[in-house]
Each structure stands twice: as C-alpha cells, then as structure tokens.
C-alpha cells in the first residue's frame, strides 16, 4: 500500500458516507462513492468503488451491509481493511431503534463471517458522523475505539483516523473483533444520553489514572 494519497472506496450514500468521502477527499485521498446506481464520476456502483479502494469504508445502513458488500464483491474487498463504522438499527419500531448486537455477536463479526478475507476493523461507530471526522469539533480530549483481527489494517485505519484529528491517546484498541460486540451495544446508552444532551454533538472519554 502507498504512504500518502490513498484510494479509498466509501460504501454509502447517506449522510455517513458523503461526510467520510468529503473529509477524505478534503485530505487529498482519492475517493469513490459506493451505491446501488452509479449516477456520477464519483458515485459508481458499490463493485466499482469497492475496486477502486486500497481501503474500503462501510457505511451502509447496517440492516443491509451485508447485501451493500454483496454487491460489492468479495473479491474487491479481499486483502483490504475494511473500516465499518455501521450499527444495526432496526427503525421500524420508531425511537429508539431496537439495537440488534447481543454480547455474543455483531454486525463487525457477522461481516468478517461473510468476507473472511477483508480485513474489518470496527471503529468509528459510537458518535456522529461529525465527529467521526472533526474530532477537534469538540473541547478536550474524548475517545474512539477500535477492534479488528489483523494488525497491519488496523494500522492504515488508525493513519485516516490520525489524518482525521484524532490523537493516539484517544485511540483505544479493544483488541480482535469480538470488541465490536461491546462497541455496538453502547448504542442504548448512546440513545440515552442523545435525549439528555438534546444534540448529537457529544462523545465519551476514557479518563486514566496518571501513571497508566
Ligand atoms: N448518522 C450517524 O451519524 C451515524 C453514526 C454512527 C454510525 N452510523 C452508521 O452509519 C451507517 C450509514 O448511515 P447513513 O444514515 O449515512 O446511511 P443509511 O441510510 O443507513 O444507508 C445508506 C446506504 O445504504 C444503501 N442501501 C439501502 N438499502 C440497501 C439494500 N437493500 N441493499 C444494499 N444497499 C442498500 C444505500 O444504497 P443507495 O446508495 O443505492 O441508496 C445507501 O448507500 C449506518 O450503519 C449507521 O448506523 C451513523
């Protein structure tokens, strides 16, 4: 893989994705959009983003991510990280959605299950998507996480999210992808505190003891 400008397939047309694509556009990447219809230069087909990418994002409704990275291709997500930011909400209950992670399973496994060739790495997923990309939007230090199997794209992840504003102390990695369990089932709580803040615009941070 290139140091620098790399080619970056976003999976997603919704506010996630156009947010993560014009982020990383802004940064120098070169960027493809991923949706069922190609309608522009930028917005290809998911198969042709995923091609294009030497990193793919996920960010697709999570109901759905698995048929997005169907049509996708296994093979264009082969040896990629795969960096899935996705929750799977089922909205048709109304608000709250019903969270469907379990503290056995999630969606960062159940795609790591269906590609086990892509290399997933869960992040991102536990704020906004302003956030995700601006961290500086807020005062003070705050937290994101990360969880995956594979070493060396959990390092190209963590160089976007360094590229993004956030610092290294800020990025605490959980381990292999059995973590994104516990990443995914913070989104009750993340619900909650939505209704007690009254705006999006907020985020946890992991204080340590001074010597730790
Ligand atoms: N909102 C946030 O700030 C936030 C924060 C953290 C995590 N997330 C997660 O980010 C992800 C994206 O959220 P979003 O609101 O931007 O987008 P979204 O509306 O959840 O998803 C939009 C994408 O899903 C694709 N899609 C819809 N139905 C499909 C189907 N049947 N088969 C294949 N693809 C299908 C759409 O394809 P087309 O392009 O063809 O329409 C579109 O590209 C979600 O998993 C969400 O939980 C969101």
Do not use: C
């Given at each position: 893989?290139?140091?620098?400008?790399?080619?970056v397939g976003v999976l997603g047309t919704g506010t996630v994705g156009q947010t993560l694509a014009d982020r990383l556009s802004e940064?120098?990447h070169?960027v493809r959009i991923g949706?069922?219809?190609?309608?522009?230069?930028v917005v290809?087909?998911?198969?042709?983003a995923?091609?294009?990418?030497?990193?793919?994002v996920?960010a697709?409704?999570?109901?759905?991510?698995?048929?997005?990275?169907?049509?996708?291709?296994?093979?264009?997500?082969?040896?990629?990280?795969?960096?899935?930011?996705?929750?799977?909400?089922?909205?048709?209950?109304?608000?709250?959605?019903?969270?469907?992670?379990?503290?056995?399973?999630?969606?960062?496994?159940?795609?790591?299950?269906?590609?086990?060739?892509?290399?997933?790495?869960?992040?991102?997923?536990?704020?906004?998507?302003?956030?995700?990309v601006?961290?500086?939007?807020?005062?003070?230090?705050?937290?994101?996480?990360?969880?995956?199997?594979?070493?060396?794209?959990?390092?190209?992840?963590?160089?976007?999210?360094?590229?993004?504003?956030?610092?290294?102390?800020?990025?605490?990695?959980?381990?292999?992808?059995?973590?994104?369990?516990?990443?995914?089932?913070?989104?009750?709580?993340?619900?909650?505190?939505?209704?007690?803040?009254?705006?999006?615009?907020?985020?946890?941070?992991?204080?340590?003891?001074?010597?730790?």
């Amino acid at each position: 893989m290139t140091e620098g400008r790399l080619r970056v397939g976003v999976l997603g047309t919704g506010t996630v994705g156009q947010t993560l694509a014009d982020r990383l556009s802004e940064l120098g990447h070169d960027v493809r959009i991923g949706s069922r219809t190609a309608s522009s230069d930028v917005v290809r087909t998911f198969a042709e983003a995923a091609a294009h990418g030497e990193v793919v994002v996920n960010a697709t409704g999570g109901l759905v991510s698995v048929d997005a990275l169907t049509l996708a291709g296994a093979e264009h997500l082969a040896g990629k990280p795969l960096l899935d930011l996705s929750n799977a909400l089922d909205h048709s209950v109304g608000f709250p959605p019903k969270v469907l992670a379990t503290d056995s399973e999630s969606l960062g496994e159940r795609i790591q299950a269906a590609f086990p060739e892509a290399l997933v790495v869960k992040t991102l997923n536990t704020m906004t998507n302003a956030i995700m990309v601006r961290p500086r939007t807020l005062p003070g230090p705050h937290t994101n996480f990360l969880a995956g199997n594979d070493a060396e794209a959990k390092g190209v992840v963590r160089g976007l999210l360094l590229e993004f504003g956030w610092t290294d102390e800020e990025l605490i990695d959980l381990g292999d992808l059995t973590a994104s369990r516990g990443m995914e089932l913070y989104l009750p709580l993340w619900l909650r505190m939505l209704g007690a803040v009254g705006n999006p615009l907020f985020n946890v941070h992991v204080v340590r003891a001074a010597d730790s």
